[in-house]
């Protein structure tokens, strides 16, 4: 568990890269905003958070599934970081940001991550300002 990282993860970085390929500027793991969210579009007033299928339990997700061993820790765990996310999500839609998540099951199948992405991309570009 010590190898999990937390900011700078291949799906981040596979994000990261998909927006500044199509010319987005943007912030990262901004400390001052609920969540830190993984990547800040200030410009655009969103934010997008990169999250692990397993750590954030992404709803329907083979990933996600809870391990068999200590399996009271790992509910409470993961349940608190669900709670944790609900909460700076609320949070950030009351300072009036936009708020996008990108699951790591969706960067991993190709197809299905860029179709997510262009949307996102899409999105964000016809609400601004």
């Known amino acids: 568990m010590s190898r999990v990282r937390g900011k700078d993860t291949k ?6 890269s998909f ?10 793991h901004v400390s ?4 830190k969210p993984d990547i800040v579009l200030p ?7 990169v999250n ?11 990933r996600s599934a809870y391990p ?8 409470e765990k993961i349940n608190a ?5 609900r909460g700076a999500v609320r949070s950030l839609r009351k300072l009036g940001w936009r708020v996008a998540t990108v699951w790591e099951c969706q960067i ?4 299905a991550s860029r179709k997510k992405l262009e949307e996102l991309i899409q999105n964000i570009a016809c609400h601004h300002d």
């Not at 001052?32 to 969540?35: A, D, K, Q, V, Y």
């Not at 410009?43 to 958070?49: E, L």
């Not at 068999?68 to 509910?75: G, N, V």
């Open 43 to 49: 410009k655009y007033r969103t934010v997008i958070f």
């Open 52 to 62: 692990g299928c397993f750590w954030h339990h992404h709803p329907r997700c083979k």
């Open 32 to 35: 001052n905003l609920p969540g």
């Open 108 to 111: 991993q199948r190709l197809d």
């Open 81 to 85: 970081t669900v709670a944790r996310d």
């Open 11 to 16: 799906p981040e970085k596979l994000v990261r």
């Open 19 to 28: 927006l500044h390929e199509r010319g987005f500027r943007f912030r990262l």
């Open 68 to 75: 068999r061993q200590h399996k009271r820790f790992w509910r």
